[in-house]
């Protein structure tokens, strides 16, 4: 997402402004508490965070099912369709009006 900026945006001023919103865009949208990230790293740290509780979760939700099952499991939101999150991030990038309608941002490949 950072070298679609990159690519699309030459001012490096506008480039941060435009980062920071798709950062709360995204982070609103793949966040089931309160978090709130300026840059893409904040996101990808919050992401490896959750990847790692859902870990955790695993583990505790085997060794104990009867109280794995009253706890919110990390990172619900990616329970749902496969790229449903993907292609969250990639409508919040084309609203920023810096993305054409024609890119390839979020595509994945065939």
């Known amino acids: 997402m950072a070298s679609c900026l990159q690519c699309y945006i030459d001012d ?3 480039r941060a402004i435009t980062e920071k919103k798709l950062a ?3 982070a609103r949208a793949w966040s089931s508490e309160v ?3 300026r840059t893409f790293d904040e996101l990808r740290s919050y992401l ?3 990847e ?3 870990q955790a979760y695993a583990v505790s939700a085997v060794n104990n099912r009867s109280n794995a099952q009253s706890v919110e ?3 619900q939101v990616f329970e749902i369709e496969l790229f449903g999150p993907l292609k969250t991030r990639h409508n919040a990038a084309r609203s920023t009006n810096h993305v054409p309608e024609t890119s390839n941002v979020g595509h994945l490949p065939r």
């Open 24 to 26: 709360q865009i995204i």
């Open 52 to 54: 790692w509780q859902r």
């Open 48 to 50: 490896e965070d959750i």
């Open 35 to 37: 978090f709130e990230a």
């Open 73 to 75: 499991r990390p990172g």
């Open 12 to 14: 490096p001023a506008e």
